[in-house]
Every structure is written in C-alpha cells, then in structure tokens.
C-alpha cells in the first residue's frame, strides 16, 4: 500500500539540497580566500615564506611569525599551530626560532612549539596531528603544581628526508638523521641515526639501513616498481583493470610488455 505523500516534502528536500550546495560553494572560497600564500599572506608577517608555500585555512594558532622561516612549495594543512616563544610579542632576538626546509608537509591539526630553536630539514612529511615541541614542563618541586614550575627547553633538529606518522611526538632534544621514520604514536626523545624507524613509547630503533646488508631486519613487502618512462595512461588502466579482477599472470605480463615498449617509445621520441 503506498504511503501518502507529504506534500512540502518536496519543496524542503529542494531547498535543502540547495542551501547544501551553497554552503559547500561558499566554504570552498572561504578556504582559497583565507589560504595564506607568500602572495596573500593576510595578517601574518613570516620572517620567510617561500614561493609555492600554503598554509591552509583555518590555520591553527599561529604567533611569534616574525621568528619563523617557511621554505619553498611546503605544504601547511588546516589547525597546524606554528609557534615562536612561549607567548605573543615576545622580543626573541636577532636569529630564526623555527625553520622548516624546502618541502615539509605537515598534517592537519599538527603542533610545532618553538620555545627553543626547532629545525626541520628538506622534504619531511609529518601525517596528521603530531607534535613537535622545544619545550616540557619539569617537575622538580614536589610541592608546586607542575603547570606552575619554569618549563625546561632544548633544541630540536629533524634530518630533511624523515617521515613522521599520525600523533607521533617529538619531545624536546630530539636529534632526528636524514630519512627517519618514526611510527604513528611514537615518542621520540634523544639521537635517531641516519636511515632508522622508530617506534614505541618511548621510542626505540626497530630497524635500521646497513650499507652492505641493507635494511635490517629485512622488509616484509617487496619494493615498489616505479612506473617505467614512456608507459602510456592506457597500459595503466589495463594495469588497474587486470589487478580488479586478480589476474596476477595477465598482470605481470602486461606490466613487462610496458616495461619493453616504454624505452622504444622513448627512443622514438
């Protein structure tokens, strides 16, 4: 038996939807307007924001910006609080306090703390909310609530190159190496070598990269096959294609077939 129909049902899912369109449109200029670029940096006055550098909106909390150095094509997700001092208007002197390298990435709703000097070098990816900071509160009087105790600072360096996964914690001191990777959840405190992954709380090295042996322990996965030069979009579809419906042989086969064509392409370019 079919239902009666409500007669304004119509009209208010028609609006409905319509308002939804509107406010998804407007939120979607309200992000690009708000965007802060090295052309349209709004009210923040960075010591150097490199070209090709987005701090997505709505930023985090962000002070101290005469004291931070953004490098070139970084990428700034939204809520990320980039900070320089313990509080706004502070004079800190003639040096940088924070400074990302060329490439840094850094994940929604991440936290740089740059009471002490903070580096982080070239092409470091941090996933979402992990927290970086220079300083900790300490705890040496029993007898006064910690919040209300001097915090105690150290530098902090990250190696350019490292990957830093979701809610990973960089305490202050932390001495990363190029090509770190530390695990989501990790805290890290102290020196990480070179080409280590980390992992735990408090962090420990887990695996590391041996110049004869390579990783050690060895990889559970296989390495990536980077995608031949030359290989067309429709040998990639009929890639994706193979790999929906598990052909593993017509896979491999198609795959080296596009491997053998992609250099003759290329030489007839």
């Known amino acids: 038996m ?13 609006w409905r939807k319509l308002l939804s369109r509107a406010a998804h449109a407007g939120w979607r200029r309200l992000q690009e307007a708000g965007a802060v670029t090295a052309e349209h940096p709004g009210r923040l006055r960075f010591r150097a924001l490199g070209a090709g550098t987005r701090l997505a909106f709505p930023q985090g909390t962000v002070f101290g910006e005469g004291w931070i150095e953004l490098g070139e094509c970084c990428i700034i997700a939204e809520q990320v609080t980039l900070t320089a001092g313990m509080m706004p208007g502070l004079d800190l002197g003639p040096d940088p306090v924070l400074t990302l390298g060329n490439g840094v990435v850094l994940g929604r709703g991440s936290h740089v703390i740059a009471d002490a000097r903070v580096t982080i070098g070239a092409d ?14 300490s705890y040496d009087d ?4 910690i919040g209300r105790q001097w915090p105690r600072s150290e530098p902090v360096e990250i190696g350019p190159g490292c990957w830093l996964g979701t809610g990973a914690v960089i305490l202050p001191g932390a001495r990363l190496g190029r090509n770190v990777v ?41 390495t990536p ?16 294609e193979l790999a929906e419906l ?23 370019r």
């Open 2 to 14: 079919p239902k009666n129909r409500n007669t304004f049902s119509s009209p208010v899912a028609w």
């Open 124 to 137: 470091t990816f941090c996933g979402p909310y992990v927290y970086i900071t220079s300083t900790n509160h």
């Open 142 to 145: 029993p007898h006064e609530p």
């Open 182 to 222: 530390v695990a989501a959840g990790a805290v890290v405190r102290g020196e990480v070598p070179d080409h280590a992954v980390v992992a735990g709380a408090p962090a420990r090295v887990v695996r590391s990269w041996d110049a004869e042996k390579g990783w050690q322990p060895p990889l559970r996965t296989p």
């Open 225 to 240: 096959r980077p995608i031949p030069d030359g290989v067309t979009p429709e040998q990639l579809e009929a890639l994706a």
């Open 246 to 268: 598990g052909e593993p042989g017509k896979l491999e086969e198609v795959a080296e077939l596009a491997e053998l064509a992609a250099p003759a392409e290329a030489e007839g």
